[in-house]
Nanobody
Framework: QVQLVESGGGLVQPGGSLRLSCTAS????????MRWYRQAPENAREWVATITSNDSTNYADSVKGRFTISRDNAKNTVYLQMNSLKQEDTAVYFC?????????WGQGTQVTVSS
């Protein structure tokens, strides 16, 4: 059973940056998909970004050009670099792993963008 732990959330001013991390409890081998989602209060959870085990990436239109997803296999970690943050980026951010026919979610990390 893979466990995912997110970290790096916090309070940031509009225009600022944060880097979220999602660390797996064990090494993950190809093939897999790792995604970031977010959920704002009273909103449905929405997809943000995807990275595959061969480094293909994809982004929601709302974050394209501002967010970057990347991975460090040696650390079993996927990152979400978030730049030019806006108030509407405020949400709980979750990572999700699709691996060996199983789906794993982290517990989420809060990102608040406010002046």
């Amino acid at each position: 059973q893979v466990q995912l732990v997110e970290s790096g959330g916090g309070l940031v001013q509009p225009g600022g940056s944060l880097r979220l991390s999602c660390t797996a409890s064990e090494s993950i081998f190809s093939p897999y998909l790792m995604r970031w989602y977010r959920q704002a209060p009273e909103n449905a959870r929405e997809w943000v970004a995807t990275i595959t085990s061969n480094d293909s990436t994809n982004y929601a239109d709302s974050v394209k050009g501002r967010f970057t997803i990347s991975r460090d296999n040696a650390k079993n970690t996927v990152y979400l670099q978030m730049n030019s943050l806006k108030q509407e980026d405020t949400a709980v951010y979750f990572c999700k792993l699709n691996y060996r026919l199983q789906t794993y979610w982290g517990q989420g990390t809060q990102v608040t963008v406010s002046s």
